[in-house]
Structures are given as structure tokens and as C-alpha cells.
């Protein structure tokens, strides 16, 4: 998270589910805000297309919206929302059957309050398993 030019950051894992066009991750583990007492843990919802860039490399634009949840001792809300862009870089791994390995590269950036420059950001790595039905 990010506050004009203070930063905090947390890790943690993620989960994340995609169908078509619409992809969900859901941040559980909190981040605190640099500037007061409080911290949110948040869910993405997402749209974009899947861009092939070969029969096994992709990449995936994607806008839609952060959902927060704040806690702390001083929060100012207890849930907002606020726009939130992504893009993943994934390769395909052909499995046994019908199965899919997919090391996957994932940015998402959201905008808390533009007054302040308040965002939020996430980076991180992640496998994905698939299978055809």
C-alpha cells in the first residue's frame, strides 16, 4: 500500500479463480496503511481477454474493482471499493489427460483515494492446475 510517498507491504498467498473473461483473487491476509491505524484485506474482480502470444503464452489485460475490508484501531470505513487494473504473463504446460500446468506472473494495482495517492498493489508468482471438461 502506498500513501503519498509511504509504502507498507505484506506476503502472503493469495487464491484465485478464473472462468472465461472474469477472473477473482482474494487477498486474506491484511496490509497496514503507513499513514494511521488501520489495515484491509481485499477481494479482486476482474475482466479481460486471454491474448495468445504462442500455443503456449499468454498474457491477460484486466480492469475491474478492489474490494476492501478495513479493520485496525482508527479505521476510516469499513469497506470500500475502488478501480483496479491487472495483467498476467502465464505459460502452459501440457499434463497428463486432460491437465494444465500454468506458471503464472501477476501485477494488480488499485486506486484507494486519489486525493494522497492512495493504491494499493499486489506482485506476486502462483501455479495454476487445469483441467478440460
Given amino acids: 500500500m502506498s500513501v503519498g510517498g509511504q509504502s507498507a507491504s505484506a506476503t502472503g498467498v493469495t487464491h484465485h479463480a478464473a472462468l472465461g ?41 484486466s480492469v475491474g474493482l478492489q474490494f476492501r475490508s478495513w479493520s485496525g484501531p482508527n479505521p476510516v470505513t469499513s469497506n470500500d471499493q475502488g478501480l483496479a487494473i491487472g495483467v498476467l504473463a502465464a505459460y502452459q504446460v501440457p499434463l497428463a489427460g486432460s491437465w494444465t500446468l500454468t506458471p503464472q506472473a501477476v501485477g494488480r494495482w488499485a486506486l484507494i483515494e486519489n486525493e494522497g495517492s492512495v493504491t494499493a498493489r499486489l506482485l506476486g508468482v502462483r501455479v495454476q492446475f487445469s483441467r478440460k471438461l
Fill in 21 to 61: 473473461i472474469l477472473e477473482a483473487e482474494l487477498q486474506p491476509f491484511s496490509v497496514a496503511n503507513p499513514d494511521r491505524a488501520e489495515q484491509f484485506w481485499s477481494l479482486y474482480v476482474l475482466i479481460g481477454p486471454r491474448i495468445r502470444l504462442s500455443k503456449a503464452l499468454y498474457i491477460r489485460p
